[in-house]
């Protein structure tokens, strides 16, 4: 399929109308399509680089960085709240915003990581990060901030790249009553609308045992 050419002034334009945590999202990732050079160029026009160094974990360990994201989370680190009132109900806070694009972006590297090996330590990372959506949706208040009603579903996971990675790691971690307990659970809890689908899918990736268990449930 050809690239179609984007012209970088109505780009702009269009970003400009974007809701906030659309425009979050885009820098997001953004951020990890530039170099090296040009992302130290990008930050000292905004923000002094001596103040964004490397953590002192081991660069691009997938595992240390979801662990240090669920301390932060838990501790309150994104919790921002506002007053709300009639006209600001539908809009979410900085704080939110910054906690959902992080957990996308982990959440991504969940995938990669997969496709490498490792499924023990994907498992985990994953696990991790299903556990804080599982907790944002006990609505207790204190991961994130939601104006109105909200929940999990507001954080704009895409399941159909996310499950299939999961689902290949659980099924070389898990036992097959627990490999049928977890998928059934994740998409109850998280995706219903594509869980017909997704259930097909796992029965082609679980183990013949596992692939028995689901028959026996």
Known sequence: MARTPIDRNKLRA?????GDEYVFSMLDVAID???EAQLFKLAKQHIDPSTVGPDGHEKGNLL???RAFEKASLGGEYYQDFRVNSQNCTETSRGTQAWMSDCRRLLGRCVSQ???GDPAGSRQAFDILFGLLDHVDE???DVIFFADEGGSWQVGVDWEKVLPAWMKVLSATADPEEYVQRITWVLNQHYDYGSQRMFVLARRTATPEQRRAFLET
């Open 14 to 18: 269009a970003i400009r109308k974007m």
């Open 33 to 35: 399509l530039l170099s």
């Open 64 to 66: 240390a960085d979801v």
């Open 114 to 116: 997969a496709k490498k």
């Open 139 to 141: 609505c207790l208040d």
